[in-house]
């Protein structure tokens, strides 16, 4: 069948938080600096919340702060928990500054074979806060953020929902990503055509998935969708 439609993944896909094994963006001190919390309960708590973050379930990062704040039995005024709203914000823009030149050489080829491009992303409000303003935009049909659609990868409804957001079936579509959150395996189970692009993932993570055909450049997924979208 004729492909129709590319699906991708956001981070460490289409853009990375890493460079040279570092993150472009240091963590942030103020959880010990100024929440003055334990610095490993408080990642706990945030990490036991990673799917309803993701799903939309709190609405901003002020309230899941505040809500583990609440179990912590501990309490610092609005204007701290704001300030490290906006330095998340500020933080999460980094990898949208400056996109790799082949991400963009593969999606403007892919514009080119009259495809279409669509974002399935797991994130939050203030994960995404510079997509819209982002050399990536303009390049995608439509854009599909977790958060937003109240519906998580690998959650097969997220994938049904871009297929029919495009009017495609998932049997015309390829899905691309690092492979986080079991979002292969999530689009393999609606019937697209899964492939784990590794470009920005070292070898030793890219190695833990391996029942995926692997994209080890972008320029391969050109090489790809030039045989299956004639």
Same mark, same amino acid.
């Given at each position: 069948?004729?492909?129709?439609?590319?699906?991708? $993944?956001?981070?460490?896909?289409?853009?990375?938080?890493?460079?040279?094994?570092?993150?472009?963006?240091?963590?942030?001190?103020?959880?010990?600096?100024?929440?003055?919390?334990?610095?490993?309960?408080?990642?706990?708590?945030? @990490?036991?919340?990673?799917?309803?973050?993701?799903?939309?379930?709190?609405?901003?990062?002020?309230? %899941? %702060?505040?809500?583990?704040?609440? %179990?912590?039995?501990?309490? %610092?005024? $609005?204007?701290?928990?704001?300030?490290?709203?906006?330095?998340?914000?500020?933080?999460?823009?980094?990898?949208?500054?400056?996109?790799?030149?082949?991400?963009?050489?593969?999606?403007?080829?892919?514009?080119?074979? =009259?495809?279409?491009?669509?974002? +399935?992303?797991?994130?939050?409000?203030?994960?995404?806060?510079?997509?819209?303003?982002?050399?990536?935009?303009?390049?995608?049909?439509?854009?599909?953020?977790?958060?937003?659609?109240?519906?998580?990868?690998?959650?097969?409804?997220?994938?049904?929902?871009?297929?029919?957001?495009?009017?495609?079936?998932?049997?015309?579509?390829?899905?691309? =990503?690092?492979?986080?959150?079991?979002?292969? @395996?999530?689009?393999?189970?609606?019937?697209? @055509?899964?492939?784990?692009?590794?470009?920005?993932?070292?070898?030793?993570?890219?190695?833990? +998935?391996?029942?995926?055909?692997?994209?080890?450049?972008?320029?391969?997924?050109? @090489?790809?969708?030039?045989?299956?979208?004639?």
């Amino acid at each position: 069948m004729r492909i129709k439609a590319i699906f991708f $993944d956001l981070f460490e896909t289409l853009i990375s938080e890493f460079e040279n094994g570092s993150r472009k963006a240091p963590r942030s001190t103020l959880l010990e600096e100024q929440l003055q919390v334990d610095a490993k309960r408080y990642r706990e708590e945030w @990490n036991s919340r990673q799917e309803k973050r993701m799903d939309g379930t709190y609405t901003d990062f002020p309230s %899941v %702060v505040k809500e583990i704040l609440d %179990v912590l039995d501990h309490r %610092v005024d $609005d204007e701290i928990i704001e300030t490290l709203h906006k330095e998340r914000i500020t933080a999460k823009a980094i990898p949208f500054s400056n996109i790799d030149k082949n991400i963009i050489l593969m999606l403007e080829e892919l514009k080119q074979l =009259g495809l279409k491009v669509c974002l +399935i992303s797991n994130c939050t409000p203030e994960e995404v806060t510079a997509w819209h303003t982002s050399e990536l935009a303009k390049y995608f049909d439509d854009a599909l953020f977790s958060y937003e659609v109240k519906l998580a990868k690998p959650n097969p409804q997220i994938y049904h929902l871009a297929c029919d957001r495009l009017g495609v079936s998932p049997e015309e579509s390829l899905f691309v =990503g690092d492979g986080g959150s079991n979002e292969l @395996n999530g689009a393999t189970n609606v019937g697209m @055509n899964a492939y784990h692009a590794t470009w920005f993932i070292p070898p030793y993570i890219s190695e833990r +998935i391996s029942d995926y055909p692997k994209l080890t450049k972008p320029a391969e997924l050109i @090489n790809l969708t030039r045989k299956l979208a004639l």
